[in-house]
């Protein structure tokens, strides 16, 4: 059915036709451009976890150890557990990725939060998502849709900067508090 002529067939297409971003994403990129600095920071969209984020087989493996897993069946477990975790980061993103420029060093994420988070699947992935900045000690900023598009004027993009900065400072105190409960 899906044999060599496959490719003379249309199935794929574009995801979003109208754009690879949402308004809401465009006008938040918007925003961070203009209170960013271009001569220091890049904004990169649309970042697959797995581009910044890579699973440490060692520690899988200690655990795996520790609680006297057999050594064959223990690679086994770790090769299965990453590729589910490579495979997960794989399929998910980041909304924004601000990096410093000259050595693209992640700085800090942003995720934009519309109303598919209400849903409790977009929720759970959103918690996980959460917990893996956390891990990788990188702040990660959430914003409502509505508090981008209620930025509007110098005024407001100024409020704006000083919500972002509050924001990043309590996630930083959310990474040292997370890495502490240990």
Not at 49 to 64: H, R
Not at 117 to 126: F, L
């Amino acid at each position: 059915m899906l044999g060599p002529d496959i490719f003379n067939k249309s199935i794929l297409k574009l995801k979003r036709s109208d754009g690879v971003l949402t308004r809401t994403e465009i006008e938040a990129l918007t925003l961070l451009e203009k209170i960013t600095n271009p001569a220091t920071c890049r904004i990169f969209t649309q970042v697959h976890l797995l581009q910044i984020i890579d699973i440490d087989q060692k520690i899988i493996e200690n655990t795996l150890n520790i609680n006297h897993v057999l050594k064959g069946r223990r690679e086994r477990e770790t090769y299965k557990l990453t590729e589910y975790w490579r495979h997960q980061l794989g399929h998910k993103s980041v909304d924004f990725l601000v990096c410093s420029k000259d050595t693209t060093n992640v700085c800090f994420g942003i995720e934009i939060d519309g109303h598919s988070h209400a849903n409790p699947k977009q929720q759970e992935w959103d918690d996980i998502k959460d917990r893996c900045f956390k891990m990788a000690k990188i702040p990660l900023v959430r914003f409502l849709n509505k508090e981008i598009s209620n930025v509007k004027g110098n005024v407001k993009t100024e409020e704006f900067k000083d919500l972002l900065k509050k924001r990043i400072k309590d996630s930083m105190i959310a990474i040292v508090d997370f890495h502490e409960e240990k």
